[in-house]
């Protein structure tokens, strides 16, 4: 078993747009960063690749919104790093009946936090959108601010390169099998499938 001559503080197992953020966010913090992947780096085999994902302010779940308006400063933050755009910033547009549990959720989001918004009727939404939408009578439309798009596959390889400016040591092709206690010098030993021990 080849065992890898470097200590880490912090072994990241997953390079989709989470533990490649994480590998970012951490390795800025001055930790040592292992981030470990088991196919080839901005695969297409899980969730964090394409062209968009959407990004709103107000979510059902009002809880969100404090941790989006932090997300919003830590994407700037890492585009003015790269010196690309990755968000793109757009209207959110809902709709459903008016009765709609999530969506009266989303207009009572806007309402507490004050995020700026429109209700719309059958007829408003058909204006709005120059008659692309034909939603029922007893719909309506909800056009809320902030919302947008992520850029996916950029945004993962904006992650893996800062992690990389900062230090972060990334390994693809490396599926991890197993973690386990080291019981005499503390902390883990993390194993890979093709014999690697890190
Ligand atoms: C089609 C689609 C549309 C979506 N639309 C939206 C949207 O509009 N807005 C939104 O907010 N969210 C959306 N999501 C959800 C969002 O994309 C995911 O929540 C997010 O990408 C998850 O990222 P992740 O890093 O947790 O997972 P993943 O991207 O799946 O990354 C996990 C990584 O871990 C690796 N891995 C797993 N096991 C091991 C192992 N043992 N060893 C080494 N590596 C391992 C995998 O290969 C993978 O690369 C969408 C998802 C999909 C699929």
């Not at 939603?135 to 993962?156: E, H, L, Q």
């Not at 390889?157 to 991890?176: K, P, W, Y």
Request: proline share 2%; with cysteine; net charge negative.
């Amino acid at each position: 078993m080849a065992v890898f001559r470097e200590e880490f503080d912090v072994i990241v197992v997953g390079a989709g747009v989470m533990g490649s953020s994480t590998a970012y966010q951490v390795s800025k913090r001055g930790h040592k960063v292992l981030l470990l992947e088991q196919f080839d780096f901005l695969h297409m085999r899980g969730s964090s690749h394409g062209e968009s994902r959407t990004i709103r302010l107000a979510y059902p779940e009002e809880y969100y919104y404090p941790m989006v308006m932090e997300s919003y400063k830590l994407w700037e933050e890492a585009e003015s790093h790269i010196g690309y755009k990755v968000y793109f910033k757009a209207q959110q547009f809902d709709m459903g009946s008016s009765e709609d549990k999530r969506l009266r959720e989303v207009i009572a989001t806007c309402q507490k936090y004050s995020i700026p918004h429109e209700i719309l009727d059958r007829q408003q939404v058909s204006d709005k959108f120059s008659g692309s939408f034909d939603i029922p009578d007893n719909w309506v439309g909800v056009c809320s601010s902030d919302g947008g798009v992520i850029k996916a596959t950029k945004a993962v390889s904006m992650f893996q390169t800062l992690a990389l400016q900062n230090g972060t040591i990334l390994r693809d092709c490396m599926e991890v099998k197993d973690i386990r206690k080291d019981g005499v010098k503390g902390g883990v030993w993390v194993y890979a499938s093709n014999g690697e021990k890190f």
